[in-house]
C-alpha cells in the first residue's frame, strides 16, 4: 500500500470521525438545550408546588417536543435551508421578524443561562454567583474562540451532557420517588394551571431551543433527501435522551418533596440535592447545574448567530466573534440586572414560549403548502397534523398565560 493511499484512508477516516462528533453534537445540543438550568430550576419549582401533578406538565412538554422537532428537523434538514429564510419564503419580512425575537428571547435565556452557570460554580466551589458566572462566560467564549481544537464545540457539548446525565440519573435513583404516584397524577392532575405548562415548554422547546439541533445539522451539511434518515434518526434521538433526563429529575425532585422537605425559594433544586446526599449532594447539583448552564450558553448564543448570519453579513463573516459578543453582552446584562437566577430561569421560559408559535407555523406551512422549499418530496400529513396540534395548544396556553408573567418576579 502506497503512502498516498494510507494518507487518504487516514484523512478519509478523520472526516468520518468529525462528522460523527458533529451529529452527536447536534443531538446532544438540542437535548441538553432542552434540559438546562431552566428547566432543572423548573422542575423544582413547580414541583414543590404542584408535588406529583407536575407530571402531567412533564409529559406534555415531550408529546410537544416529539411534535415540534420531527417537524422543524425535517423542514430544515430538507430544504438545507436555516428557518429564517424558510419563514422569509413563507411571509416576505417574517424571518426578520422572527430572528428579532429569538436573537432577544435567546439573551433573555442567555441571562439565565449564565446566572444558572454561575450559581452552579456558587454551590460547587462556594465562590461568588456573579463571579462565577463571569468565569463561566469565559469558558464558554474560550470554546468558541479555540480554533486549534476542531469540532471543540461539538466536543464540549458531548462531555458536558454525559456528565449531567450521569448525575441527575444518581439523584432520582437515589430520592426513591413514589412513581406509582407519579404515575395516577400525571393522567389526572389536580390543581393544575396554564403557566407551568408553558413555562415548562417555553423552557424546553421554546426560543432558540426550537432551532438549536436543526440549525447545528445544518452547519454540518446533513441536508437533503439523501440524508432524511439521518435527519429523523437524530430528531428522534434527541427526543428520546431529553424525555428521559426530564423524567429522572422530576422523579428525583418528587422523591424529595414527597417526603415531606419544603425546597428553598431562591434555590430549590439545589436544596433538594442537599436533602438527597447531604453537602456532597450540593456539590453535585453545583456540576450539574454548571454543565446544564454551560451547555445551554452555547447552545443560545450559537443559535442566535445562526439566525443573524444569513441576514447581516458581517456576522457570517465573523461568526464565532458574534458569539463571544453574546455571550458578554448576557453576562453584563445579568451583572447589572441582579435579578436571583431562579426568577430569570422561570420567566425566560415563559417567554419564549411565547415566541414558539410563531416560528412553528411558519415552518408548517412551509411543509403544508410550498413544496417549492422541498423539492421532490412529499410532506407526511401525520407529521403536519401533530405539528399543527402543538402549535394550537401552544398558542391556547401562550394566550392563558399573558396574565400570569408578571407573578414570577413577585
Known sequence: MSAATTSQEARAAGVSRNRLIAYAGAI???????????????????????????????????????????????????????????????????????????????????????AGAGLGLHDLLGIDTRLGAVI?????????????????????????????????????????????????????????????????????????????????????????????ATISRGATTGILVTGAVRILLFLGILGVVAGGFALADDDPAGSAFRQVAGESGVRLFGLALWTAGMTSTIGASFTSATFLKTLVPVVARRFSLTISLLITVATIAYLVIGQTPTSLLIFAGAFNGLVLPVGLGLLLWAGWRRPDLLPGYRYPRVLLLIGF?????????GWKSLAELPKIFT
Request: aromatic share 8%; net charge neutral.
Open 28 to 114: 446532544l445540543l438540542m437535548a441538553m438545550s432542552a434540559v438546562g438550568p431552566g428547566f432543572i430550576t423548573q422542575t423544582a419549582k413547580f414541583t414543590g408546588t404542584y408535588a406529583a401533578s407536575f407530571g402531567a406538565a412533564i409529559l406534555a412538554s415531550i408529546l410537544i417536543d416529539l411534535a415540534i422537532q420531527l417537524n422543524v428537523w425535517r423542514v430544515v434538514g430538507l430544504s438545507g435551508r436555516p428557518a429564517q429564510d424558510i419563514a422569509n419564503q413563507v411571509l416576505p419580512g417574517s424571518g426578520h421578524v422572527l430572528t428579532f425575537l429569538i436573537v432577544l428571547g435567546g439573551l433573555i435565556f442567555g441571562i439565565g443561562n449564565i
Open 136 to 228: 463561566s462566560a469565559v469558558i464558554a467564549i474560550f470554546v468558541f474562540s479555540y480554533q486549534a481544537m476542531d469540532g471543540a464545540v461539538d466536543r464540549a457539548v458531548i462531555v458536558l451532557g454525559v456528565v449531567k446525565i450521569g448525575l441527575i440519573t444518581f439523584i432520582a435513583i437515589k430520592a426513591a420517588p413514589p412513581v406509582g404516584e407519579a404515575l395516577a397524577r400525571t393522567v389526572d392532575p389536580q390543581g393544575l394551571d396554564f403557566l407551568p405548562v408553558l413555562t415548562l415548554v417555553g423552557g424546553t422547546v421554546g426560543g432558540y431551543i426550537t432551532y438549536a439541533g436543526a440549525h447545528r445539522l445544518l452547519e454540518t451539511g446533513t441536508v437533503g433527501r439523501e440524508h432524511l
Open 389 to 397: 396540534a402543538a402549535w394550537a395548544f401552544t398558542v391556547y396556553a
